[in-house]
């Protein structure tokens, strides 16, 4: 069975500094590979996502993340958070299974961005 | 374009009454469904996912239930709602014939239970 864990669960860091939001997985197939962020009281949105490829994605408002398949691992960067970046972010894992096409989500990771 | 929504966006329930929550989508067809719980402080929880009208999978078992009686609607219900059953409620949808497989979600009902 697959899982994902959010390594943490508030990551507080002032304004133009960098950010690594962390991600591990545990799987036996291929797996698909998403960053979500949601601000207050809202949806989801997608930041990115892997599929197949370039192991490094780019996606909005200047966040990327890498896969790493050895480790096991989706972390997220930016190199220069702004206070608009406070809101949770969320990894989420899919993969095609017994059971068909699953897709399960991290705890979250509230980023906290202050001036 | 696509558009999902959620209604309503907030609602104070009793114990013990019933509860009926709304999705539908618009610009698509066959979607993927999902019923989400997010609790406060938590990640989101799968409850109900539907690949088509009148098919429904449930991932836990609860109070609630799910139904999609048109291709692009998708409705949460209970018949009694407990205390824990307080939470932000997110709709969500996928494309069925696009093999890039993430999820779009609507704005979310704050369900509280009182």
């Known amino acids: 069975a697959q899982s994902v864990t959010q390594l943490d669960s508030q990551v507080p860091v002032f304004e133009e500094a960098p950010v690594e939001l962390r991600c591990n997985y545990s799987s036996s197939v291929s797996v698909y590979l998403f960053w979500y962020v949601q601000y207050p009281n809202q949806g989801l949105q997608l930041l990115l996502k892997?599929?197949?490829?370039s192991t490094l994605v780019k996606g909005i408002n200047g966040f990327e993340a890498e896969f790493n398949k050895s480790q096991t691992s989706f972390h997220l960067r930016k190199p220069s958070v702004h206070i608009s970046d406070t809101a949770e972010y969320f990894c989420?894992?899919?993969?095609w299974g017994t059971g068909g096409f699953k897709t399960i989500f991290g705890a979250g990771t509230r980023l906290f961005v202050k001036a | 374009s696509q558009t999902i929504h959620q209604w309503p966006a907030t609602l104070v329930q009793p114990v013990g009454s019933p509860l009926s929550l709304e999705c539908t989508v618009e610009?698509?067809?066959?979607?993927?469904l999902y019923w989400y719980r997010q609790a406060a402080g938590r990640g989101l929880q799968l409850l109900f996912y539907s690949v088509g009208i009148g098919q429904i999978s449930s991932e836990v078992p609860q109070n609630l239930s799910a139904s999609r009686p048109q291709d692009r609607q998708f409705i949460l219900s209970s018949k009694k709602l407990l205390l824990s059953d307080s939470g932000f409620y997110l709709c969500?949808?996928?494309?069925?014939?696009?093999?890039?497989?993430?999820?779009?979600f609507g704005p979310g009902t704050r369900l509280t239970v009182t």
């Open positions: 892997y599929l197949s490829g």
């Open positions: 969500a949808w996928s494309p069925e014939d696009r093999p890039t497989y993430e999820q779009y």
């Open positions: 610009g698509t067809s066959n979607p993927n």
């Open positions: 989420a894992v899919s993969e």
